[in-house]
């Protein structure tokens, strides 16, 4: 997951010739998760937006608590570095389930080999039901990177962890008239060396396996990725690898929330833990902020803190997921 040096050049450029907050040029193509491999001149339009009859102004907003979510992030950045098999990893996959206390939880554990050595990973899922017969999955990935140290993953991990625990809240107890809702922390999405098929996304691989074999997969009607979604300048791409209709689904989300700005003023195709699932017929999204500072200087790095969070991304960030989980339902 490392950018080419001919786009890091370009994307100093454009640094140069944007005015104010407003870009000119973005990857247009990225693979290993964050690795761009093209750019375009001009942002894309974004999708066409077609008024669905039942997102009028009847049924009740969204209304993510962002401050909530936010305190859930300082509390797993608190744990320091989360790499499978770390001491971190360990406390954290412990406070994820003391936060689901009482809920329906399955742990999905597995043994995995990795180009330094085999490690045991943990996709924990919590299954709240439904009254329609099928699923729809948000996932976030909860480890960070194995070499990285000093990389506490405030974006990269902690928000996507953090967002999972304040979508609990709000499904719990209550009874959900729609599909049932299934919420994944996944494991090891980062990779231990470099970024390639194998040394990367190592849950959902496991996991599209699993549920190819037992037939969930197909009972999946949707599966909404969430990843470094707390960035202050959220600034969500439209993922190109993801399912067309779910992607298109989730601008119409924002657009009912007034959330538009921040969303698709650029396209990327991005390779992250959706892939799996994709491969094997699930529609998937990848909702993902991949500019995360100048030239995104703070991914992977010591500077992806909570400072560089604001609680108000990550509220928008969690009303368009449950604005997507509606409009899934009402198809």
Known sequence: MTFSPFVLCLLVLVAGVSSGCNK????????????????????????????????????????????????????????????????????????????????????????????????PMNNIIAKFPGKKDGIIVVAGH?????????????????????LLLALADQFRGKPLDGYSIWLVWTDGEEAFVKWTDTD?????????????????????????????????????????????????????AATNLGYQSHFYQYKAGIEDDHMPLLKIGVPAVDIIDLDYGYNNVFWHSPQDTVDKLSPQSLAISGDVVLETIRLVNAR
């Open 200 to 252: 990367s996304v190592y849950g959902t691989r496991h996991l599209a396996q699993k549920w190819q074999q037992d037939g969930t997969a197909k009972k999946i009607k949707a599966f909404i990725l969430v990843d470094m979604i707390g960035d202050a300048d959220l600034d969500i791409q439209q993922e190109t690898n993801s399912t067309p209709w779910l992607s298109e689904l989730v601008y119409q």
């Open 24 to 119: 000119q040029q973005a990857p247009s193509e990225v693979s290993a998760e964050v690795k761009p491999t093209a750019a375009t001149n001009a942002p894309p339009a974004a999708p066409a937006v077609t008024p669905l009859a039942d997102s009028g102004s009847a049924a009740a907003k969204p209304d993510i608590n962002g401050n909530h979510v936010m305190q859930y992030v300082k509390e797993i950045v608190a744990f320091g570095a989360r790499p499978p098999g770390s001491q971190g990893h360990a406390k954290l996959e412990q406070y994820i389930h003391s936060k689901l206390k009482g809920d329906n939880v399955e742990n999905d554990t597995f043994t995995t080999k990795t180009p330094v050595g085999d490690f």
């Open 142 to 162: 909860y480890d960070t990177v194995y070499h990285l140290k000093d990389f506490v993953g405030a974006n990269d991990g902690g928000s996507s962890t953090a």
